[in-house]
């Protein structure tokens, strides 16, 4: 069974701070997948990449497939970017896992003005 | 624009009632699945389906049934609901093969009293 860790669990920033979310999982996988839940809302789906990078305005996701690793960029944080951050990754990866996920424990983020 | 859309974002029912939750897809996505989601315990999954009339077990299974008699309809049937069952409810649906197009709906948060 997959594991997926993440670090840190809570964050705390500034406006204007650079924010690193680290992802980590414990087998192979096909993708990755990076998401958000802002306080009381329904999960919106960041990222999901299988190599390198993508970026998109001030997030950025990368992910390191031979080191099982996978990190979360936020740049000039602004406080709208509070919510919880969650990565996931498919169960029996490589098999016919019907797109089921494994979740991270999610970091939350609070970003102060 | 596509969605998952959950009927209700909140729901207050009576211990004992019997409960439905409903999600419809409107991206002819093959797979749905209902979640769970509670504090500390992060997003685990309930059950899903993978076609018309299919249904597998999640991790949690337990007090629980679902039901897909429509593509794009799939229900979660709390039999007889119990304080226990206070949680968020999400329903995703995603496409088979690797580019899964993973979607989530907003949430029910059930109250169970």
């Known amino acids: 069974k997959n594991e997926v860790e993440q670090s840190p669990q809570n964050l705390t920033a500034q406006e204007g701070e650079f924010i690193t979310i680290n992802c980590s999982y414990s087998?192979?996988?096909?993708?990755l997948h990076w998401l958000q839940q802002h306080p009381g809302g329904g999960i919106v789906s960041l990222f999901m990449?299988?190599?390198g990078k993508k970026k998109h305005g001030r997030l950025i996701a990368t992910i390191n497939i031979q080191e099982k690793h996978s990190s979360l960029h936020i740049t000039a944080s602004h406080p709208r970017d509070s919510a919880v951050y969650i990565c996931?990754?498919?169960?029996?990866?490589?098999?016919?896992?019907?797109?089921?996920?494994?979740f991270g424990q999610g970091t939350i983020l609070t970003v102060h003005p | 624009d596509v969605k998952v859309t959950q009927s209700s974002r909140y729901l207050v029912k009576r211990t004992g009632e019997k409960v439905f939750l409903e999600c419809v897809q409107d991206?002819?996505?093959?797979?749905m699945f209902w979640y769970r989601q509670d504090p500390g315990l992060g997003l685990r999954l309930i059950y899903f389906?993978?076609?018309?009339?299919?249904?597998e077990k999640g991790d949690i299974p337990e007090g629980y049934s679902v039901s897909r008699e429509k593509k794009e309809r799939f229900s979660l049937i709390l039999e007889s609901a119990s304080t226990n069952q206070t949680s968020m409810y999400l329903c995703a649906s995603s496409r088979n093969g690797r580019n899964y197009g993973y979607t989530f709906g907003s949430g029910t948060r059930l109250t169970v009293v």
């Open positions: 996931a990754v498919p169960l029996n990866a490589g098999g016919t896992s019907y797109g089921k996920l494994t």
């Open positions: 389906s993978y076609d018309v009339k299919m249904k």
């Open positions: 087998v192979g996988i096909s993708a």
């Open positions: 990449l299988s190599s």
């Open positions: 991206m002819d996505h093959e797979n």
